[in-house]
């Protein structure tokens, strides 16, 4: 199946679900799945719903309500916290479970109290390939269902009908909640998603690209894009992120040497 063919399922897909609310991030993957639903559903069919909570960072709020004002899609904000669950806050390698259960089961409520059939949510074909414990919380929702992995699309397939589109999220780099970056059996406090939100708005200051500030308790370990290593290793910037992220309560501060990946928190799991 071509990448036109997946599209077209997609959008035939929704349609016959006959109301959807998506679950909206603002990332590529969520703003795709909006637009698409956009297209195939009456206005009064298809909502965006952000949930926000402490795990989200303040700037990727303020992002949802631009991007979804750009799609002309009704857009409504939730309040929600997973620092009210106890599994989630331990910290153990379900953590992603417990987070997408309360989330999911916040927004499913929520559809169904105003008539929604379904509740769609993000993932793509190439996240069945990484640890993704969350997955496994959705698979288990009657009304939550994942369009874009139904249909097999990729997200370098995503991103590039999100540019045909005119979507400003189409090489908008990958994000993830803050709970990300704490280290398994680090306990998940407001304060801590504090510390590693305002760590990375500093240090997205002096390069661009992926940043991911990952909190190790006393220790802040840096990532970003490995072109950008050197200019963080410069000894007049290293010593500004430094005092900055003592500042915010890190005893040290360091950067990985091998940069930026994608679930580098995993590499201390034994997943299989």
Known sequence: MNVQEKVNKLIAMIQDMGSVVVAFSGGVDSTFLAAAAKQALYDDRAIALTACSETLPESERR???????????????????ELDNADFVQNDKRRCYYCKKERFTAIAKWAKERGFHWVLEGSNADDV???RPGMQAVAEMATVRSPLLECGLTKEEIRLISQEWGLPTWRKPSAACLSSRIVYGLPVTAERLRQVELAEEYVKTICSGQVRVRHHGDLARIEVAPEDIPLLVRPDKAAAISQELKKLGFTFVTVDLEGYRTGSMNAVLETK
């Open 129 to 131: 390939a990484d640890y």
């Open 63 to 81: 992002e949802t309500e631009r991007i979804a004002a750009k799609l002309a899609i009704r857009h409504v904000l939730v309040d929600i916290s």
